[in-house]
């Protein structure tokens, strides 16, 4: 199935679409920070993308993941209070590259290399709002039914414009 994903900035929702249908909506969190490619900026990159890698695919519901490896915990809320301020990046991750030579890729916009993601967040997390530190957040079970229907190699196309 020829599947592409359209991730709007102004809505915080990331669109699954299939020919010109929308099959699936889901609410997702961007960047706290805005939109922006340059690297340390905390910002949501904009523009064309690519699935370059899918990182957790056995992995149990809220596997905590530091560096793209699986630490050995479970996100729980006491693990959350004992760690405040850890940006949790859980369950499945969808690594991001930019396909727009100069805008999302290569140099100091490098979406690649600034590890840009679609990953799940604590269920207990308010998405439809800016709150990550550049990647898009999502429910864990959301992460999981995306995991299954994209290949590395989807198109992610992150829009600031509605």
């Not at 599947?3 to 679409?17: A, E, G, M, R």
């Not at 809320?77 to 499945?92: A, H, M, Y």
């Not at 100069?102 to 439809?128: E, F, K, W």
């Amino acid at each position: 199935m020829n599947i592409k994903l359209n991730v709007s900035v102004p809505q915080q929702t990331l669109d699954v679409i299939h020919g010109s249908r929308c099959l699936k909506t889901y609410r997702i969190g961007t960047a706290k920070n805005g939109v922006g490619e340059i690297k340390n900026s905390f910002c949501t990159p904009r523009g064309e993308h690519i699935i370059r890698a899918k990182i957790g695919g056995m992995a149990p519901m809220n596997t905590v993941f530091i560096g793209r490896r699986p630490t050995g915990e479970i996100y729980t809320p006491l693990l959350s209070e004992r760690f405040p301020g850890r940006d949790w990046i859980l369950t499945r991750i969808l690594w991001l590259s930019g396909c727009e030579v100069g805008r999302n890729r290569l140099g100091a916009v490098d979406t690649m290399q600034r590890y840009i993601y679609i990953h799940g967040c604590p269920d207990s997390a308010t998405l439809g709002q800016p709150s990550s530190h550049g990647c898009v957040r999502m429910h864990n079970s959301d992460i999981c039914e995306l995991f299954e229907l994209v290949s590395v190699g989807t198109s992610v196309y992150i829009s600031e414009i509605d």
